[in-house]
């Protein structure tokens, strides 16, 4: 796994915390805004101010966000920017997951992932991909086969932007 990018801002750094403003907003309806200025205190001009926005929504079995980082607001010189967005929906005994980060070098990380539960199984399956040429699905099922036992298994295929292949299986009993 530490072959694989671990995270959704792949070559942009925003510098964040130090002095902040933040704003939030409860727009109703399971609706909210979130803004905030970061690093105002940052010693590099070029840098300093960093806008953090957010949009939420969570309710009737789903949730979404979407999430802006932009640096060099204070200078009205942005140079930076990225962005992530997410969406996790329930549909009875259907789950969804979808992600995507995207940031002004062109990065790009997406998720795909879905589950289905059954009386006493679950099945479920994902895709992955990024800008740098890697690309992954996995696959999971999970059997309850008692009130006290448990059985997992699932594997994944990962190819990485060099050709290389990784697999990986895992079971266990629960």
């Keep these: 796994s530490e072959d694989v ?3 959704v801002d792949g070559s942009v750094s925003i510098a964040d915390g130090g002095h902040v403003i ?3 907003s409860d727009l109703g309806n399971g609706f909210s805004v979130k803004a905030g200025l970061e690093n105002l205190n940052g010693s590099d001009y070029e840098d300093a101010g960093t806008f953090i926005g957010v949009m939420e929504y969570a309710g009737d079995g789903m949730s ?11 200078a009205m010189d942005v140079q930076d920017w990225l962005v992530h967005a997410g969406f996790a929906g329930t549909f009875d005994n259907f789950k969804v997951v979808l992600a995507g980060a995207f940031d002004s070098n ?4 997406v998720l795909a992932s879905a589950s289905a539960t059954f009386d006493m199984f679950t099945i479920a399956g ?7 040429d890697q ?6 099922a999970s059997a309850a086969v008692t009130d006290m036992v448990t059985l997992n298994v699932g594997g994944r295929y990962l190819e990485e932007s060099g050709g290389n292949d990784i697999y990986e299986v895992a079971a266990s009993v629960v």
């Design 5 to 7: 990018d671990a995270g």
């Design 22 to 24: 933040q704003v939030t």
């Design 64 to 74: 979404a966000h979407v999430t802006f980082a932009s640096d060099g607001i204070l």
């Design 106 to 109: 062109e990065y790009f990380n």
């Design 126 to 132: 994902s895709f992955e991909a990024n800008s740098n």
């Design 135 to 140: 690309w992954g699905v996995g696959a999971s």
